[in-house]
């Protein structure tokens, strides 16, 4: 670390600088990592706060070679770590931006043959061998004669033995199955012993999805000609964890098999995308803690459809969320108004009854197209099923408004088209209040599709943000132009009193959705 006394022992020895001939004493020091790059690196005490520690720790000079200030270091400004420009080098490069002149350095160390550009891969083995048993045998046998044997393809697959004692005791358990471990040399046929190590489990879940595409074949891992109909996978969920071991192994093995023409893509998946973690008081979940929430106690006391809307409702999928038993309440009672409403609309004779106020009619018909449009627009790809949610809690809340305005007819529609868009997060409920309302199966119903012509609007509601915050709403024709909405936004009244008479120095509109007015 960088507060770290540093330590270190001096070689005697120097090393010549290729671009100027200068003579570089040669230290060993614990804070180097040897497996950064090849383990001996340049210091640069000026501009790194471990090489600048160690350098006065041995009383070494330090050069400044980038221009730039470091309030918290020295009475120079050291060490300063951002970028700036170069000094205290060859005439031809001092003034240039670090960052600019790096190509032009190499390209004339190469020029002058004192140097090249080399990409350096910060890779190492992979250790796949693991002393338990549940895991994929090693399929090498070990004899007297012949050393080391891989095991013949056509002896393969080795399969696990059965065994009554799964625990290690100084060895794999494997070793403990001694009919197994001992077999004969698949090259000169004496006595051999089999590998008693298993394979890392990230070794079958590297390939385990191109399986999937043929899990029945018995002949191959795989059949070429459906793996180019299924490869790649479309889409990948998972947990961030996995993007530094699963997935790069998996790109490894895709990779590697491409090469080798048994694939015929090099990228296993095509699309990405890694959801957050739900947490409870700011922390992760864990029995240690003491503050897991059980998922049964939630069900049992809310039910199933209203445990895992919440889950679906907590926040943004790609971001962690804080679990709240209030907030499972809040869902609770929303699906709760969704069939309330629906028994008490199914009650009615939508037939014979009035046919309600024109205008709220529309509204509630503009509405539920909207969430249409919304909830579909939202689970397509992003997985945005918080603002899904939210936009069905919308519509619940216009029909309640529009309970005794809107036409009976209406109000089927708008509870018919909530329950559709709410069926994949709470099938139970969302199915019983579409059948009270139709008679039919919710399941056996296409997705709805909004029309079009419903999504249209002759106005709409404007937000206007001073600096970024929302201070005021107003309502704007859909086909006003730039500078009307502008005009508009600062004629809002109380746009006009976070203005105090300010002249703004940006007005930052977004048509259809904002205006940001920017004062100092």
């Given at each position: 670390?960088?507060?770290?006394?540093?330590?270190?022992?001096?070689?005697?020895r120097?090393?010549?600088?290729?671009v100027?001939?200068?003579?570089?004493?040669?230290?060993?020091?614990?804070?180097?990592?040897?497996?950064?790059?090849?383990?001996?690196?340049?210091?640069?005490?000026?501009h790194?706060?471990?090489?600048?520690?160690?350098?006065?720790?041995f009383?070494l000079?330090?050069?400044?070679?980038?221009?730039?200030?470091?309030?918290?270091?020295?009475?120079?400004g050291?060490?300063?770590?951002?970028d700036?420009?170069?000094?205290?080098?060859?005439?031809?490069?001092?003034?240039?931006?670090?960052?600019?002149?790096?190509?032009?350095i190499v390209?004339?160390?190469?020029?002058?043959?004192?140097?090249?550009?080399?990409?350096?891969?910060?890779?190492?083995?992979?250790?796949?061998?693991?002393?338990?048993?549940?895991?994929?045998?090693?399929?090498?046998?070990r004899?007297?004669?012949?050393?080391?044997?891989?095991?013949?393809?056509?002896?393969?697959?080795?399969?696990?033995?059965?065994?009554?004692?799964?625990?290690?005791?100084?060895?794999?358990?494997?070793?403990?199955?001694?009919?197994?471990?001992?077999?004969?040399?698949?090259?000169?046929?004496?006595?051999?012993?089999?590998?008693?190590?298993?394979?890392?489990?990230?070794?079958?879940?590297?390939?385990?999805?191109?399986?999937?595409?043929?899990?029945?074949?018995?002949?191959?891992?795989?059949?070429?000609?459906i793996?180019?109909?299924?490869?790649?996978?479309?889409q990948?969920?998972?947990?961030?964890?996995?993007?530094?071991?699963?997935?790069?192994?998996?790109?490894?093995?895709?990779?590697?098999?491409?090469?080798?023409?048994h694939?015929?893509v090099?990228?296993?998946?095509?699309?990405?995308?890694?959801?957050?973690?739900?947490?409870?008081?700011?922390?992760?979940m864990?029995?240690?803690?003491?503050?897991?929430?059980?998922?049964?106690?939630?069900?049992?006391?809310?039910?199933?459809?209203?445990?895992?809307?919440?889950?679906?409702?907590?926040?943004?999928?790609?971001?962690?969320?804080?679990?709240?038993?209030?907030?499972?309440?809040?869902?609770?009672?929303?699906?709760?108004?969704?069939?309330r409403?629906?028994?008490?609309?199914?009650?009615?004779?939508?037939?014979g009854?009035?046919?309600?106020?024109?205008?709220?009619n529309?509204?509630?018909?503009?509405?539920?197209?909207?969430?249409?449009?919304k909830?579909?627009?939202?689970?397509?790809?992003?997985?945005?099923?918080n603002?899904?949610?939210?936009?069905?809690?919308?519509?619940i809340?216009?029909?309640?408004?529009?309970?005794?305005?809107a036409?009976?007819?209406?109000?089927?529609?708008?509870?018919?088209?909530?329950?559709?868009?709410?069926?994949?997060?709470?099938?139970?409920?969302?199915?019983?209040?579409?059948?009270?309302?139709?008679g039919?199966?919710?399941?056996?119903?296409?997705?709805?599709t909004?029309?079009?012509?419903?999504?249209?609007?002759?106005?709409y509601?404007?937000?206007?943000?001073?600096?970024?915050?929302?201070?005021?709403?107003?309502?704007?024709?859909?086909?006003?132009?730039?500078?009307?909405?502008?005009?508009?936004?600062?004629?809002?009244?109380?746009?006009?009193?976070?203005?105090e008479?300010?002249?703004p120095?940006?007005?930052?509109?977004?048509?259809?959705?904002?205006?940001?007015?920017?004062?100092?």
């Open positions: 670390a960088a507060e770290r006394e540093k330590t270190g022992v001096a070689l005697g120097t090393v010549t600088n290729p100027n001939g200068e003579q570089i004493p040669v230290f060993v020091a614990d804070y180097v990592l040897m497996e950064y790059g090849t383990g001996a690196i340049m210091a640069v005490p000026a790194d706060e471990r090489d600048y520690a160690f350098a006065k720790a009383d000079p330090i050069r400044r070679v980038i221009e730039g200030d470091n309030p918290d270091g020295d009475d120079d050291l060490p300063y770590g951002g700036g420009a170069l000094v205290n080098s060859a005439a031809q490069f001092d003034g240039r931006p670090n960052r600019d002149a790096l190509n032009e390209v004339w160390l190469e020029s002058e043959g004192k140097g090249k550009l080399a990409v350096n891969y910060r890779l190492r083995d992979w250790l796949i061998s693991r002393q338990r048993y549940w895991g994929c045998p090693i399929p090498i046998v004899c007297a004669e012949c050393g080391i044997v891989p095991v013949p393809n056509d002896q393969l697959p080795v399969l696990l033995p059965v065994i009554e004692d799964y625990a290690p005791k100084g060895q794999s358990p494997l070793a403990a199955a001694t009919d197994w471990v001992n077999t004969e040399c698949p090259n000169c046929g004496g006595p051999a012993e089999r590998e008693t190590d298993t394979m890392d489990t990230f070794v079958d879940s590297s390939w385990y999805f191109l399986r999937y595409c043929d899990a029945s074949n018995s002949e191959a891992a795989w059949d070429p000609a793996l180019r109909e299924w490869m790649p996978v479309d990948y969920i998972g947990g961030v964890e996995h993007a530094i071991l699963h997935l790069l192994y998996a790109r490894f093995f895709c990779k590697a098999l491409a090469d080798l023409g694939l015929d090099d990228e296993p998946f095509a699309r990405l995308f890694t959801q957050g973690m739900i947490t409870r008081d700011g922390a992760k864990s029995k240690s803690r003491g503050n897991v929430v059980s998922p049964q106690a939630i069900v049992d006391r809310y039910g199933a459809d209203s445990a895992r809307a919440y889950i679906l409702f907590i926040g943004a999928p790609d971001q962690d969320a804080d679990w709240s038993d209030e907030g499972v309440e809040g869902v609770h009672r929303f699906l709760s108004r969704l069939w409403l629906s028994a008490e609309v199914s009650d009615q004779d939508v037939a009854a009035p046919q309600g106020d024109e205008a709220a529309l509204e509630l018909i503009r509405k539920a197209n909207w969430a249409i449009d909830v579909t627009g939202d689970m397509d790809r992003r997985f945005a099923f603002t899904a949610i939210a936009a069905v809690m919308e519509l809340n216009e029909v309640s408004r529009l309970r005794e305005s036409g009976l007819e209406a109000q089927q529609f708008a509870l018919e088209t909530a329950s559709s868009l709410c069926f994949p997060f709470a099938p139970h409920v969302t199915t019983d209040a579409y059948h009270l309302l139709t039919g199966r919710l399941w056996e119903q296409p997705w709805p909004a029309d079009a012509a419903m999504l249209e609007r002759d106005s509601e404007l937000v206007c943000q001073v600096n970024g915050k929302v201070r005021d709403r107003v309502e704007v024709a859909s086909d006003a132009s730039r500078e009307e909405l502008e005009a508009a936004a600062m004629a809002a009244p109380n746009v006009q009193v976070h203005l008479g300010r002249v120095k940006k007005v930052i509109v977004v048509p259809g959705k904002l205006v940001n007015i920017v004062v100092g």
